[in-house]
């Protein structure tokens, strides 16, 4: 089977909670980045593999599965981005199968924070670029409709969802580090629950597996925490984690 991994920065890596190596290259036959991370919507065709060096949680299990590994995941990035990524990269995948079938992938996605948007700014160029925000609690509890980010987070959910399902992929979703408030969403009925780790949709599940494993009292920096990122050590204990989740729960080929 191929494990294809995406997420924002808990799945690629940030600094200082990582060891930045521009010179690193891919020199492991079965663990890679897609180029650019698979955003189709820029222009340069470059690999960053700034992070390919570090025990990321994606490495951790697909060295224990003994799976080809792809980790896609883009720091700063929002859900839709994910979204949009992962079935970029995964219709590009079909493209090179004669029959079509990319069901021996396993995907496993890192969920954003819900409240991380896409939006427009201007470089000093005046130019236009993508972008993305990330309002914090102060946002969630003064906007009038804040159930709106609820809404929007569960039809991302559902897209992808239902693409992985219409094409026979297993795959497993967790949040990374910020919790969901399903139940406040018009559209919670849509998310199937047996797709999540522990069927809990609300959970900031990575957070709060090294937060509780480790005894942690504060998010600053530690060896286990740099700057609200988990270091290797902590994506380390994660992707074991996974490991024994995936191999207790999914049939792998």
């Not at 946002?139 to 094409?167: C, G, H, W």
């Not at 937060?211 to 992707?239: C, Q, R, V």
Request: charged share 25%; with cysteine; glycine share 4%.
């Amino acid at each position: 089977m191929i494990l294809f991994c995406n997420g924002d920065s808990w799945t690629q890596g940030d600094r200082p909670a990582q060891k930045v190596n521009w010179n690193a290259t891919n020199n492991l036959s079965w663990y890679d980045i897609p180029k650019y991370f698979g955003d189709y919507h820029k222009f340069t065709k470059s690999t960053v593999y700034k992070f390919y060096d570090s025990e990321l949680w994606p490495k951790t299990l697909g060295r224990n599965l003994n799976f080809k590994t792809y980790n896609a995941g883009r720091n700063g990035d929002d859900n839709a981005g994910i979204v949009r990524r992962t079935i970029n990269i995964l219709e590009k995948f079909k493209k090179q199968i004669p029959s079509n079938d990319i069901s021996n992938f396993l995907v496993v996605i890192g969920w954003s924070s819900s409240l991380r948007e896409d939006i427009f700014e201007k470089d000093e160029n005046d130019k236009i670029t993508l972008s993305q925000a990330r309002p914090d609690d102060y946002y969630r509890k003064t906007l009038p409709s804040p159930v709106m980010y609820e809404d929007k987070f569960a039809l991302n959910i559902y897209l992808l969802q239902s693409y992985l399902e219409n094409n026979n992929i297993k795959f497993l979703f967790f949040n990374a580090f910020d919790r969901f408030e399903i139940e406040e969403s018009n559209f919670r009925y849509l998310i199937k629950k047996q797709y999540w780790i522990n069927s809990d949709t609300h959970s900031a599940h990575f957070n709060d597996y090294i937060f509780e494993k480790f005894n942690l009292k504060n998010p600053e920096d530690s060896e286990y925490m740099a700057e609200g990122h988990p270091t290797d050590i902590s994506h380390i204990a994660w992707g074991e984690f996974l490991t024994g989740y995936i191999k207790s729960n999914y049939e792998l080929n």
